[in-house]
């Protein structure tokens, strides 16, 4: 219908005979002139009625509001001198108007375009109107650049694109799944996969060697602020690779997707080991824009005079004192802030916040009078304390410190302006745990397929998983691992677990099945494609890269699910509801 897109056209179309399609954005008139601004996916452009000109044009021109759809014909025109607009692509040039279209008319908008107060569920109740935004069109454009910028790597790396089933069995990714019912098979479910983790696997027992797909996962969680319930992941798998050779394709894939996007990156990444990131950060995603390393003090304490401080420092695997020293500190942090920090330590389980302020005429707080001289100077030491610094101290149980010690470590930063907003920080982090115990229960840190190093070694906590993850200015991308593909080591690592014989049979028989069938060694990962696009635009939430986002409590503003359904087919079903479902008012 259109011979250009709005912003197609500049001063060396003056002239011409277009044809173009869109709708009112705005539109003004002055002293029987009609003006429009006509908008596309690309822009917007002036179209001028002038009764002059065309009288019928003008004549429906009148009959215009905001955001009806319109086909317009006229003459590229220069603006006159002092009437160009520098604020648009086009403002240099108009068209005047021979035969203007009324295609289709709009009621009038329940939100202003681009108003910046409108509330977010307005917004994803017509998410389809928020979308002519155009800073939304552009959101979307950059995130299928970077998924054909993935495809075309993967594709030049032999990858081979396969889709995986959506009706499916559980795969334990650690959440719980979404179920379908079966109609056919009253009483069964599937459920729907929260990563296509068994099937890539059987996909290399297959020989296909090289296996990507762009995948809907589903994990039904409760959501925190940056996650769906349905989102992508950009997922991979080999064979006959090492740990080395998956990353180098990972790191490949981001640069190609960051590339398309206009960030360049440097590759290779840096790496940390697991248990190093949680040493000196606090936790298995470090920010590392900035420094403010933890450093462990628990040997000074340990024969100091106050009786708790000494007390934690006898069980040093359990526990942790850990020192975080502020450059500037002192100076930059009021007593008042110095509580701030108190009080947001205290949030996340911190009984205190002792600190040692660094004075010109020597140490301040009231830790020290607890510590021996030498203990004293081995710390000023350690730390490399100087005039104007602060040192914060966390001390207690160790998973307890260490994250409530890495939050702090980023809370200080932001106040202390120390993250570049504009720096791109990848790292590896590399040997992950294979197990974790909590309230005695041992869990897959990563999935119970993942390859474990030191499978003999008597502390379970000690055992080393092949598995990474690839974390960006303290967000975690993505990760992967190298799979077990023996099936005596799977049986084993199910045992672990407390998955009995009878229950891995039941659960994942057809891998264990796969697994006698000469499966190779492989290995694999997913990036997280929705958090990568939120980086990517530098949006705020996860929604803002979603086109139909689901709200924090997982329903859909637009259509309205979920929703009830009725009798009949809950009877096909063989479903009964025994609580009545929740009402608006509930949910
Ligand atoms: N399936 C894993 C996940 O979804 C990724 C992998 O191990 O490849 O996190």
Redesign the pocket.
Known sequence: MRTHYCTDLNENNVGEDVTLAGWVNSYRDHGGVIFIDLRDKTGLIQLVCDPADNEQAHKVASQVRDEFVLIAKGKVRKRGEGLENPRLKTGKIEIVIDELTIENRSEPMPFTLGDENVGEDIRLKYRYLDLRQKEMFETFQLRSKAAIAARNLLDSLGFLEVETPILTKS?P?GARDYLVPSRVHNGEFYALP????LF?QLLMVSGFDRYFQIAK?FRDEDLRADRQPEFT?I???MSFCTQEDVMKVAEDLLKAMFGACGYEIKTPFNRITYRDSMEKYGNDRPDLRFGLELVDVIDLFENCDSPIFAEIAQYKKLNRIKALKVPGGDKAFSRKIIKELESFVSKFGAKGLAYIQVKEDGLKGPILKFLSEEAIETMKSRLEMEVGDIVFFGAGNKKTVLDYMGRLRTEVAKRMNLIDENRLEFVWVVDFPMFEVEDGEVKAL??P??MPKNLDEDDVEEIDSI?YDVVLNGIEL????I?IHKLDVQRKVFEMLGIGEEEANEKFGFLLDALKFGAPPH????LGFDRLMMLLTKKESIRDVIAFPKTQSATCLLTQAPSQVDEAQLKELGIRIRKQPKTDAAQ
């Open positions: 795969t990714e929260q990563s296509p983790q890539k996962c992941q997922d991979v798998e990563h999935h397929f993942t598995a993505g990760g992967g691992s799979r290995g694999g990962f997913a």
